[in-house]
């Protein structure tokens, strides 16, 4: 378990959508959390539009938004986390 957290860790880290600009300030961070929230609503009305078709929630077309729906949220907790220190 601890292995797959480190794996994880390193590969947020080389993520460039984690990268923390060296002109960074607050706008920036709200910039960056707006962005994942409209990413999150979208993914969730895909998801919802899929259902809605008929599409059970065990099928690959919805475990796969779901899957890209965390890698969205755990963006935005990392962008939320560095807002605070502007509070």
Do not use: C
Not at 20 to 40: F, G, R
Not at 68 to 74: A, N
């Amino acid at each position: 378990m601890a292995e797959v957290r480190t794996k994880e860790r390193e590969r947020n880290r080389e993520d460039p959508d984690l990268t923390i600009p060296a002109n960074e300030d607050e706008s920036y961070v709200m910039s960056q959390i707006h962005k994942y929230s409209l990413m999150t609503e979208d993914s969730l009305e895909e998801i919802e539009r899929l259902i809605k078709k008929g599409y059970p929630m065990s099928s690959t077309e919805v475990k796969r938004l779901q899957q890209k729906m965390h890698d969205i949220e755990v963006k935005s907790n990392f962008w939320r986390n560095r807002m605070m220190k502007y509070l």
